[in-house]
């Protein structure tokens, strides 16, 4: 699980280009949008993307996404439950 | 008709040319077939969370209007004209690559949001909060010629009374790729102090961004006056002196009277043949510059062209390294310059101190 939390930041970082942000400067319950990392709908939207190629998870209800992109921590539950890749 | 000023100037390009207390002091020389620009400090120009989705192009262009916008001492202006050759071409790349290699699936929205060509005019606007008119001419080696004359229409009719104009194109990784298997780009590097005298075809590819804020009325820090622009899509060796004499006829101008001529000589040996017929015959007498062996062929190149004969004016000052033939006139008072691409999409842009 560990793991995954680190992959994930790492992926996120990139992926969304967060240039002034490393590693360890996101904690596994920061918010991922609005105060936190600050990140917006074109990224959830990236996200989404990134579950499906990466993990192999559709998200078919995009509501679902509110409370799996709530923070790593939140997303790497998610992720262990339900990738098929 | 009003008359059209350039009231400040900003240009980002393979020299340090950003910083507008300088002009070509210290030149950069390249020995490359493809250059790219000196990079300003984006982050002093661009909020981080804008920028992380912004292509080299777009920080270029953002950047370049901000420093007109700030040496014109404006805070918004009535319309922004763009004129870009390829747009936000690593963009697009970066989007129909991902088509390929993903299979058509898994298209995430950013890179594909940014790939328009009105990309970067439509960031200054969110940028300043100017809610004018907006365009982006893409006409190949006349994208930024396009755009000035647009807002040199507007502003003579006082339809607009500031307009940021500029021209941006960006390197981009296929692109170089495709232009260096058609032989576009030269084959061999080049020393950029010997361009001219590569005697091999093709060109030394660059990118760039150079912004201009056009008004009708004139200010203490005018640079010139922009007194006539015109475009060919296509025009012979043969028909360009006679085509240079009527453009200046109808400006009320003889060859005598153009102190300074901006060439866009870029060192291809099959079509350099344009400015040479002017430079060893019509123009002979002129005092001549050149400039893409210090930023390199793209597009928009010519926007530096401008930015380097409005610099001129200003300063009348011609720095060493774009000096080609001639002596200094001791006045530098009308610019006239030319530029083709391949032969194709001619220019012919004239500038007056004021």
Known sequence: MEALKEELKSKIIEQLNLEDVSVDEIADDDPLFGEGLGLDSIDALELIVMLDKDYGIKLADPKEGKKIFESIGTMADYITLHKTK | MKPVYINSVASISAQRTFDNSVFLDDIIAYTDNVIRVVDPNYKEFIPPAAARRMAKGIKMGVTASKIALQEAGLENVDAIITGTGLGCIADS??????????????????????????????????????????????????????????????????????????????????????????????????????????????????????????????????????????????????????????????????????????????????????????????????????????????????????????????????????????????????????????????????????
């Open chain 2, 93 to 354: 790349e970066k989007f129909v690559s991902s088509i390929i290699d993903d299979n058509e699936e898994y298209l995430t929205p950013t890179s594909f949001i940014q790939s328009t060509h009105n990309t970067v005019a439509g960031q200054i606007a969110l940028g300043i909060g100017c809610k004018g008119y907006n365009f982006t001419y893409v006409h190949s080696s006349i994208s930024f010629e396009s755009a000035l004359l647009d807002a040199k229409l507007q502003l003579e009719n006082e339809e607009a009374q500031n307009i940021l104009v500029g021209g941006v194109d960006e390197l981009a990784d296929h692109h170089i790729k495709i232009h260096k298997l058609v032989n576009h780009i030269k084959v061999d590097v080049v020393n950029s102090k010997g361009l001219l005298e590569s005697g091999t075809e093709g060109a030394v590819f660059g990118e760039g961004a150079s912004f201009f804020m056009l008004s009708n009325e004139k200010r203490e820090n005018t640079y010139a006056e922009v007194l006539d622009v015109t475009t060919y899509n296509s025009l012979s060796e043969q028909e360009l002196p006679n085509t240079l004499r009527s453009f200046l006829q109808e400006n009320n101008l003889e060859i005598a009277d153009v102190d300074i001529v901006v060439m866009g000589n870029n060192g291809d040996v099959n079509y350099d043949k344009y400015y040479d017929t002017l430079s060893h015959e019509l123009l002979k007498n002129t005092s001549q510059t050149y400039y893409k062996h210090l930023c390199g062929e793209f597009n928009t190149a010519s926007s530096f062209g401008t930015w380097m004969a409005a610099k001129m004016i200003k300063t009348q000052h011609v720095p060493k390294a774009i000096k080609l033939r001639g002596v200094q006139p001791s006045e530098i008072r009308t610019v006239l310059l030319y530029n083709q691409y391949r032969g194709e999409n001619h220019s012919l842009v004239l500038l007056r101190r004021c």
